[in-house]
């Protein structure tokens, strides 16, 4: 598992890599704090096939070597 800070909340994104009836995943997944503390799962989030991982981060280094861009699409 892998996490780093989202914002000043304390909400994190998790990366982990498990398994699901036989297929290799990943979630990515935002994780939120609760009134009592205790760490919890939101919604917002993607599940891959492992297979995909590659093509995941070549996105995202496109979009980090794109730099700023207006939102349109």
């Known amino acids: 598992m892998r ?3 989202k914002n ?4 994190v ?3 982990v890599r498990e398994d699901y009836r036989g297929t290799d995943l990943v979630n990515i997944r935002v994780w939120y704090r609760t009134d009592n503390g205790e760490m919890r799962p939101s919604k917002t989030g ?3 096939n492992s ?3 590659d093509q995941l981060i070549e996105a995202l280094q496109a979009v980090k070597a794109e730099g700023r861009q207006t939102n349109e699409h």
Do not use: A, K
Not at 8 to 11: C, F, H, I, P, Y
């Open 8 to 11: 000043d909340r304390g909400e």
């Open 46 to 48: 993607i599940t891959i």
């Open 13 to 15: 994104v998790r990366i």
């Open 3 to 5: 996490e780093f800070q």
């Open 51 to 53: 297979g995909q991982i």
